[in-house]
């Protein structure tokens, strides 16, 4: 079993609805907590970053983090065609100084 | 405030060959991950260095080596390249390795 685990895609939705992403997990040191877009043939871009358990949110996205279910989403309000890409999901703590480890990601599509 | 530099950004490489592949980080960051990004194991963590040492390793043969030197830039190397070696390598950058990391736009390398 995958230490972290990103709902499959991919996710199509049309322009301005509401959009949830997820990702699970399996290690309880974990205790950083980021998402990252990425689109094609580039470097995935860090989009939020939560230390430990609560909500940030930031103009448009906002991320949950569950410690205690070991649960953490995205939510993207609005969406526009431009945030179209892969979103990966990303923890890192304990003593893996400098690994975060990845879910598989969810390719999203927001169609005008 | 510059991003992490990956050169160069393509690489066509024999089987059986060697590469380096250089990262340089943020301004005053001290860590520096690499990853392997293929479309069938997604992110996959090689290593990390922090201040000119390894500090975490992950599952790759030793064919797979890096090295930081003293102002934070880092190489890494892939001796006796094989097939299953291409892929995109990313680096990323953070300021000590457990907080949020940003990425390069990566090296993608096929060896044929």
């Known amino acids: 079993q995958k230490e972290v685990e990103q709902d499959p895609g991919p996710l199509s939705v049309p322009e301005g609805a509401i959009v949830s992403l997820n990702c699970t997990y399996s290690?309880?040191?974990?205790?950083?907590f980021m998402w990252y877009r990425q689109y094609s043939r580039k470097g995935p871009e860090l989009l939020m970053y939560t230390y430990s358990s609560g909500n940030k949110e930031d103009g448009r996205f906002t991320a949950q983090v569950d410690k205690s279910s070991k649960y953490i989403s995205l939510f993207i309000r609005d969406s526009q065609p431009s945030d179209s890409a892969t979103y990966l999901c990303?923890?890192?703590?304990?003593?893996?100084?400098?690994?975060?480890?990845f879910g598989d990601g969810t390719t999203l599509t927001v169609k005008p | 405030k510059a991003g992490v530099t990956q050169t160069p950004r393509y690489l066509i490489k024999t089987r059986g060959q060697q590469v380096t592949l250089s990262c340089s980080p943020i301004?005053?960051?001290?860590?520096v991950s690499w990853y392997q990004q293929t479309p069938g194991q997604g992110l996959q963590f090689l290593f990390e260095y922090f201040s000119e040492t390894q500090r975490n390793k992950g599952n790759f043969p030793g064919r797979f080596s890096g090295r930081q030197f003293s102002n934070s830039r880092s190489e890494m190397n892939v001796s006796t390249l094989e097939l299953g070696d291409s892929a995109l390598y990313l680096c990323?950058?953070?300021?000590?390795?457990?907080?949020?990391?940003?990425f390069g736009q990566g090296t993608r390398l096929t060896v044929v």
């Open positions: 990303a923890m890192s703590g304990g003593t893996n100084a400098g690994k975060s480890t």
């Open positions: 290690n309880s040191a974990f205790q950083y």
């Open positions: 990323a950058s953070s300021f000590q390795g457990h907080t949020e990391a940003f």
């Open positions: 301004s005053g960051h001290r860590s």
